[in-house]
């Protein structure tokens, strides 16, 4: 089986701040939809420090031919400096592949 779609990754520091995110994205038809999780606890190295802070995840789910396009509205709405962002191509039903193409925009 092909990869179909992708899944996308990001992190917020607010469920608000993730739901904004989503909303855009979904109002330019980019994704066919977006989950969040939260809060979740995160830790990592930033300034030379380790840090540990609540945020809120986003899985997204959009076609291959978006990837960009997604990329480049996290990149503008977001209030991080460096984002996260991680992209993965996946597999899935063939079906579930349609609903995301009828549900996204030409590209």
Same mark, same amino acid.
């Given at each position: 089986m092909k990869a179909d779609l992708y899944i996308g990754f990001t992190t917020c520091e607010t469920e608000q701040d993730a739901i904004s995110l989503i909303d855009k994205l979904l109002e330019k038809s980019l994704i066919a939809c977006g989950q969040i999780d939260g809060p979740i606890l995160s830790k990592y190295s930033w300034g030379g420090e380790i840090k540990s802070e609540k945020e809120w995840r986003i899985i997204l789910k959009f076609k291959i031919s978006a990837k960009s396009e997604v990329l480049n509205i996290i990149l503008i709405q977001h209030k991080y400096e460096n984002p996260e962002w @991680?992209? @993965?191509? =996946? *597999?899935?039903?063939? *079906?579930? =592949? =349609?609903?995301?193409?009828q549900t996204t925009q030409e590209g």
């Open positions: @991680l992209c @993965l191509p =996946a *597999e899935s039903t063939k *079906e579930y =592949a =349609a609903w995301v193409n």
